[in-house]
């Protein structure tokens, strides 16, 4: 979908673009969170039109592309701190995330950038909306809505984000929840669920294993739409919410009563939901 522009060598282009990152990013202070940047896919699960080995094909130095439809909301893949490069060359308007361990991430042909030079973000946080429709701003050399990814590593080299995720171990997935097990929601519960909620009911904010009160809307709003959850969308779980909650989990085998306190057995049923391949 992102061809060459005619008359130019991509490769020039690319040269170019390199060199105005190593400028600008030498000037950044790179935040370094103490957590780590829980690298994932937040495209997982969609059809990719160009692969990587489609991309060298055409002379492009790599990528996977994408396609959605213009304005949607494109996740962090990992923690970071963010860049915004307009109408970067052939890539258009381009979000970077400058990784605490040195990597760097970047989405191409954006719409729109929606964060602030040297934002700080943990994964799965907003950072731009796609674009790519032919000829609109930002979109670059792209001829149809989609978003175009890589990554690059400390040596400056693009890398295919699929197989960096897939060196981390379990593929850049989120690894199943003990507490189908133990009873016990804990961080990887917790990212489960923001993972869901992002994926379900709009939640923006990180996948950081740590729910707080747009987790918890975002839950009330699932709920809402699906288990009969009829209180307010405020973030702050009560009784009503655990209920609603509960009755989730019956479909995933709890059988015990749906009286709004959470104990072990109903952790175990959401987890159940939680630990399906398509949260992830
Ligand atoms: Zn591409």
């Not at 996977?64 to 890539?91: E, F, H, K």
């Not at 609109?136 to 400056?156: E, L, Q, Y």
């Not at 917790?190 to 904010?205: D, M, P, S, V």
Request: hydrophobic share 35%.
């Amino acid at each position: 979908m992102a061809g060459p522009t005619p008359g130019f060598s991509r490769r020039t282009l690319f040269r170019g673009t390199a060199a105005g990152i190593a400028v600008v990013g030498g000037g950044l202070a790179v935040a370094t969170p103490a957590h780590a940047s829980n690298f994932y896919n937040p495209f997982a699960g969609r059809p990719i039109s160009d692969g990587w080995q489609a991309h060298l094909n055409r002379g492009s130095l790599g990528g996977i592309d994408y396609p959605m439809p213009v304005g949607t909301n494109l996740p962090a893949c990992g923690g970071g701190s963010i860049q915004n490069i307009p109408n970067n060359g052939t890539g258009g308007h381009t979000v970077t995330i400058h990784h605490p361990n040195g990597y760097r991430s970047q989405y191409m042909h954006l719409s729109a950038f929606v964060l602030g030079n040297g934002a700080v973000v943990g994964a799965g946080v907003v950072v731009g909306r796609s674009g790519g429709a032919a000829g609109a701003p930002g979109s670059g050399s792209s001829t149809g809505p989609h978003v175009h990814w890589h990554m690059i590593n400390p040596s400056g080299q693009r890398i295919n984000p699929l197989d960096y995720l897939a060196g981390l171990g379990g593929g850049g997935r989120l690894p199943k929840t003990s507490t189908a097990q133990d009873g016990i929601p804990g961080t990887i519960f917790w990212k489960r669920a923001q993972n869901w909620l992002r994926i379900e009911a709009g939640y923006t904010g990180p996948i950081d294993g740590v729910p707080g009160v747009n987790t918890y809307a975002a839950m009330q709003r699932e709920l809402r739409d699906h288990h009969g959850y009829t209180g307010p969308i405020d973030g702050v779980p009560g009784p009503n919410t655990w209920a609603a909650l509960q009755r989730l989990a019956a479909r995933y085998g709890y059988t015990g009563p749906i009286d709004g306190v959470m104990g072990p057995n109903s952790w175990r049923g959401v987890a159940r939901f939680l630990n399906e391949d398509r949260w992830d």
